[in-house]
């Protein structure tokens, strides 16, 4: 069992910045392929990023490629969602999400993820 708990979320004007985090329970952090997902009011949850479990490779959504970094520290259980240039159209809850899958087509799904966090809200005005 693993539980995740978001932070670092606001509200931030369009070009700027914001870092989020996501601090893991267990001893077990590193065996999880950590990834962010978001959902936009009235739309669906849709992946952002994902990182393996050593932090040697990244997955991102094409909209966020070139402004955000996903990076992860196993030895403090956390993973983080490093975001610059933000848009408006970013705005969004966003979700952390643990999986045991080996499968990297996998992991850029919701259906991909055994564990979630509760959520942070980020939101961009123009």
């Known amino acids: 069992q693993v539980q995740l708990v978001e932070s670092g979320g606001g509200l931030v004007q369009a070009g700027g910045t914001l870092r989020l985090s996501c601090a893991a329970s267990?001893?077990?952090?590193?065996?999880?392929?950590m990834g962010w997902f978001r959902q936009a009011p009235r739309k669906e949850r849709e992946f952002v990023a994902a990182?393996?479990?050593?932090?040697?490779?990244?997955y991102y959504t094409d909209s966020v490629k070139g402004r955000f970094t996903i990076s992860r520290d196993n030895a403090k259980n956390t993973v983080y969602l490093q975001m610059n240039s933000l848009k408006p159209e970013d705005t969004a809850v966003y979700y952390c999400?643990?999986?045991?899958?080996?499968?990297?087509?996998?992991?850029?799904?919701?259906?991909?993820?055994?564990?979630w966090g509760q959520g942070t809200q980020v939101t961009v005005s123009s």
């Open positions: 990182i393996n479990r050593s932090g040697g490779s990244t």
């Open positions: 999400a643990a999986s045991n899958s080996y499968s990297m087509v996998v992991i850029t799904t919701t259906r991909g993820y055994n564990y």
């Open positions: 267990g001893r077990t952090f590193s065996s999880y392929v």
